[in-house]
Antibody, heavy 122, light 107 residues
């Protein structure tokens, strides 16, 4: 069974940092590009970042560029999102998402985690 | 960045109705268009990829069509479990942008 389980969300003050983790199971993690997608309360979906299957390419939404860093640790089948200089606009559910096809960087989003809530508030 | 629009933003329909949702890209994306269904409090689920291919396990009452800039998702014979929000998403180029969503609720 293919699973993605996010953790690390919570309430954080503006300007502080938080690191999200996503534990993968049931598939060859090292063969897939991975994404973070977020959804602010009552709003639509926003792609945040992608990392290629081998970690050599990383891309970010303009809204998080320079503040967020996506990384992966294939030995642990885990994806990360380091979030710095958080602002209230970053408040959202953050989903870990696997691409549909192996090796492809740009692809349909086939597997989604259940999401972890990040609330930025003083 | 490629901008995605959807219409309508919401619609009310009855069980058994045929429903069509439209998605438009700001430039040609060939057939790199995907559709997702999301229910409240849940993660989205992939319904259609490459504009017209049904994801595994998706009922055949769902269908997708289109290419270039204009796409549609059709639900032929709405069922109670289909009341949800639907998003289109382009995977032609990074950033992979989503449409704003179409909420389908019960008339």
């Amino acid at each position: 069974q293919v699973h993605l389980v996010e953790s690390g969300g919570g309430v954080v003050q503006p300007g502080r940092s938080l690191r999200l983790s996503c534990a993968a199971s049931g598939f060859t993690f090292s063969g897939y590009a991975m994404n973070w997608v977020r959804q602010a309360p009552g709003k639509g979906l926003e792609w945040v970042a992608v990392i290629s299957y081998d970690g050599s390419n990383r891309y970010y939404a303009d809204s998080v560029k320079g503040r967020f860093t996506i990384s992966r640790e294939d030995s642990k089948d885990t994806l990360y999102l380091q979030m710095n200089s958080l602002s209230p606009e970053d408040t959202a559910v953050y989903f870990c998402v696997r691409n549909q096809r192996k090796w492809e960087l740009e692809d349909a989003f086939e597997i989604w985690g259940q999401g972890t809530m990040v609330t930025v508030s003083s | 960045d490629i901008q995605m629009t959807q219409s309508p933003s919401s619609l009310s329909a009855s069980v058994g109705d045929r429903v069509t949702i439209t998605c438009r890209a700001s430039q040609s994306i060939n057939n790199y268009l995907n559709w997702y269904q999301q229910k409240p409090g849940k993660a989205p689920n992939l319904l259609v990829y490459a504009a017209s291919l049904l994801h595994s396990g998706v009922p055949p009452r769902f269908s997708g069509s289109g290419s270039g800039t204009d796409f549609t998702l059709t639900i032929a014979g709405l069922r109670p479990e289909d009341f949800a929000t639907y998003y289109c998403h382009q995977s032609h180029s990074t950033p992979g942008t989503f449409g704003p969503g179409t909420k389908v609720d019960i008339k």
